[in-house]
């Protein structure tokens, strides 16, 4: 089947399948679909792959509804699969408070702006990166991480030396996905998005 490539007929497809599921599971899936057939007829070729994690080593913001969407995925989890991410996150959780409390006092500016907070939290990895370069939540990553493709590994000459990712490619309907998060979010009462390691470290996400 063709898919209408068209933001309203992406806001249908969303709309009807938010009947079955919260809003941001279905925003996500309909956001799978129409990406693979926007690569499919712009051929579009994307080099990100698994174990590829250059774009993982920096802070991820998120909205509450992503958040929900992690903690209720992580909860689903196996047992010993639970624990190994909550054990394996905890030391960069740690980390994070550390430096937060340190930054308080000095810093709140850089705290509420998450492109300094970014820029200032460069090259750690986020606390779902798994030893192999996988993301332990990968089913449930937020939107940014859905988003950040590149058609070169950022492994590669010549970004590799420059100490940066390569460019990020944008899709329409990726453009379309993140305009409707931010819709909805903010009618929910969202004041922005908020790094994933501060949600980790509150209830009723706490790892």
């Not at 992580?74 to 010993?80: C, D, E, M, R, W």
């Not at 705290?111 to 370069?133: F, H, S, Y």
């Amino acid at each position: 089947m063709t898919l209408e490539m068209t933001r309203e007929a992406f806001t249908r497809a969303v709309e009807e399948r938010a009947k079955r599921s919260s809003f941001t599971r279905a925003l996500y899936d309909t956001l799978d679909e129409y990406q693979t057939a926007e690569r499919e007829a712009t051929a579009t070729v994307v080099a990100c792959s698994r174990g590829c994690s250059w774009c993982c080593h920096q802070m991820v913001c998120v909205f509450p509804g992503e958040m929900r969407e992690i903690t209720n995925h992580i909860n689903k989890l196996a047992g010993p699969i639970r624990r190994s991410l909550r054990e394996r996150a905890r030391p960069i959780l740690k980390k994070w408070v550390e430096w937060f409390k340190q930054r308080l006092s000095v810093a709140e500016e850089q705290l509420r702006n998450p492109i300094l907070l970014a820029q200032a939290w460069v090259g750690k990895p986020c606390p779902m990166l798994q030893e192999d370069g996988s993301c332990g939540i990968y089913a449930a990553r937020p939107l940014v991480c859905r988003t950040t493709t590149s058609d070169l590994r950022c492994d590669q000459i010549p970004y590799k030396d420059k100490g940066v990712h390569a460019q990020q490619m944008r899709l329409e309907c990726e453009i379309w996905t993140n305009n409707l998060l931010m819709d909805h979010e903010y009618a929910n009462g969202a004041v922005g998005a908020t790094p994933m390691h501060h949600f980790f470290n509150q209830r009723p996400h706490k790892l």
